[in-house]
């Protein structure tokens, strides 16, 4: 059984930690190290230098990142890490065992279940716990860390998941597909360092790309809930106009209020318009999700 771990990376100076580690825990397995690189400093000769298989990243974006490693891989089980040495190795040896064992579909490693609050800043924390909270109510799934980078994923399992998030958003993208085909998931409790070297993202811009994912989310996988629930809205807010226009008439028997009577027919046709568009994007998302398939 071949595993292949595929590591993204844009200047880490851990790369080779990383890398000392997966071969010192995986000793027993045959695997490959596949590392999707966008560095500009010595990553990608440290990688090389260690027997892993370094590719040039064609686009930016973590999402992008996997989506190139996965191709390359051949592995039996297709691993993901982190490239700043954040998560342990050994770990990730559990969750292929859970994987080769048939337990499941994918392991996914939990960085919750025993935090150090260093590790892991509080913008980071909320973040992950909205888009956990968002993604278990919405499709009905039952995880703690939605966004936890520590994966394995049987290669039958990735092949049948219709896997396209150019960025963040593909660690959520890959838990809804597995919740559509009914592929098993289960989470183990793992350990999770602060990262020491190198740059980690600012928490404004970490906090903006998680409202950001979350728009995508809804807008990609349930847009009849983001658009509809935006038809509501506007079709609240030209009743309440309407309202005050109709109590009005009736009570004085002259239309006064000409003004809020036409926002009231301006908010009910964008109202509706907004659900008609919600309807039609998530039958269309349908549709494009099952020809991508066949063409698979």
Known sequence: MLISIVIPTKNEPAIGEVIRDIKKQL???DYEIIVVDKSRDSTPEIARKLGAKVIRQNFSGYGNAYLQGFQEAKGDIVCMIDGDATYSASDLKKLIQLVASGECDIAIGNRLANLNKEAMEFTRRAGNFFLTWLLNKLYKLNINDSQSGLRAIRREALEKMFLSSQDMALASEMLIEARKLNLKVKEIPISYKKRE???STNGIIYGIKIAATTIKLLRDYNPFLLFGSIG????LIGGYFAFVVISDFLTTGVLHFVG???????????GFLCIILGLILDTLNEIDKKFYKLKK
Request: charged content about 25%; aromatic content about 28%.
């Open 232 to 235: 509501i809205l506007f079709i």
């Open 260 to 270: 809020r009577a036409l926002l009231s027919f301006m908010f009910f046709t964008f």
């Open 27 to 29: 000793r027993d397995f």
């Open 197 to 199: 070297k190198g740059r």
